[in-house]
């Protein structure tokens, strides 16, 4: 039978992490691969969503989200940062980040217009942007002083009349760069002279390591009115299942994006919208704690993988390690990712799929530490046993 997948959507089908995590599965590896926490969030979030079940909250709730959330949210939007945005119209619920970014993207660009994303990018991105017609222009982070950046000529030189917006992943998976003051206004600076829109991805604004501090892209000068800024609740209270996000932006494009938004998936489950309302205004001492546990735990994996000889760029947050498997004496990252499962009996994600030109991500793999300490211990064990 003739495929029947449209043309613009092949070469995405199947993902990484699928293929990955059935060779982990195939071959009992320990999976440090998918981003997903072993151990639950906070109990009070868990319980509010039970609650919320029990007492009747299942049916449709508002199309823009429970009030209780958009109050929450933008109560968390102007605690932590400043920012003010109205509940009413300036904040709209979704299926999670993805699908704020898929409807940000499919309502903000036509076909054959330009988004501009930061390479290595997560993995819906280049393949939320096919979906919408329009075309990924890639501008690369690279290693410098032990973290990854871009350069700012670079940004400049990939904007072209085409150019509608630019996707900025900060905290970024997988690099772990949280992006500094100075960089942000370079993007800022770009946005501002080319009109263009920023749409955020802050899925890990809580999860931030050392002295590095999360700054929203909308707080700079000239970018309030052109950010719509997305973030959840998966990341942040280690629900990953339950794909609860939002967006905060001025209402023309909040209204843009709920056109789209409403005949994707007209709303997200009520339950978790409760429950998330719950964290943001609750539990917030529970993130802190988990911060502090991820980056011990950064430390933890990032000793071993060194140990182990790959090189490390110790990320400044999010749940990731992106590791260089050259001083093993390997050339390709994917290579080493499908031969890790039998060689060493551990599972991780060659970042090479991540680059709109695998090449220039071939050396390095992605590894998750937001495993408990005795599963990081046992894979750190395993590789350096098997490499
Ligand atoms: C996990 C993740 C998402 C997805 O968030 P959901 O709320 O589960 O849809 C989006 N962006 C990045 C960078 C992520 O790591």
């Not at 630019?166 to 080319?194: D, I, K, M, Q, Y």
């Not at 990032?302 to 001083?327: C, K, W």
């Not at 030109?357 to 599963?375: I, T």
Request: some cysteine; overall charge negative; charged content about 20%.
């Amino acid at each position: 039978m003739r495929d029947p997948l449209v043309e613009r959507m092949r070469g995405f089908g199947t993902t990484i992490f699928a293929e990955m995590s059935a060779l982990a599965v195939a071959t009992g590896a320990i999976n440090l691969g998918q981003g997903f926490p072993d151990e639950d969030g906070p109990a009070g979030v868990l319980e509010r969503a039970v609650e919320a079940v029990r007492g009747g909250g299942n049916q449709y709730p508002p199309g823009i989200g429970v009030p209780e959330l958009r109050q929450a949210v933008a109560e968390q939007r102007l605690a932590r940062y400043g920012q003010a945005y109205d509940p009413d119209t300036e904040v709209l619920v979704t299926v999670g980040a993805t699908e704020a970014i898929a409807s940000a993207v499919l309502a903000l660009t036509e076909p054959g217009d330009e988004v501009i994303a930061f390479e290595p990018f997560y993995d819906s991105y280049a393949a939320t942007v096919a979906l919408a017609g329009a075309r990924i222009v890639p501008v690369t982070l690279r290693p410098e002083a032990g973290r990854f950046t871009f350069d700012p000529a670079e940004l400049r030189a990939a904007v072209t009349p085409r150019t509608r917006i630019v996707l900025v992943n900060s905290p970024h998976n997988p690099c772990g760069t949280v992006f500094t003051g100075e960089e942000l206004r370079a993007v800022a600076e770009v946005c501002v002279e080319h009109g263009l829109t920023a749409v955020t991805d802050e899925v890990y604004e809580y999860l931030t390591f050392d002295d590095a501090v999360h700054l929203p892209l909308a707080a700079f000068p000239g970018m309030r009115e052109r950010t719509v800024a997305i973030s959840s609740a998966g990341k942040t209270f280690s629900v990953t299942g339950w794909k609860t996000g939002w967006i905060c932006a001025p209402e023309p494009y909040i209204r843009a994006v709920r056109t789209v938004k409403q005949f994707l998936t007209y709303v997200g489950a009520a339950p978790w919208q409760l429950a998330a309302a719950h964290g943001l205004r609750h539990e917030l001492a529970w993130v802190e704690g988990l911060r502090g546990a991820l980056q011990a735990k950064r430390d933890r994996l990032s000793a071993g993988l060194e140990s182990a000889g790959f090189t490390v760029h110790r990320p400044q947050g999010t749940y990731f390690v992106q590791a260089d498997v050259s001083p093993l004496g390997h050339r390709d990252g994917a290579e080493l990712a499908r031969a890790l499962p039998a060689l060493a009996g551990v599972v991780c994600i060659p970042t090479q799929v991540f680059y709109a030109d695998p090449a220039r991500g071939r050396r390095y793999v992605r590894f998750a530490f937001c495993k408990r300490d005795e599963v990081i211990d046992e894979a750190v064990e395993r590789l350096r046993g098997g490499l």
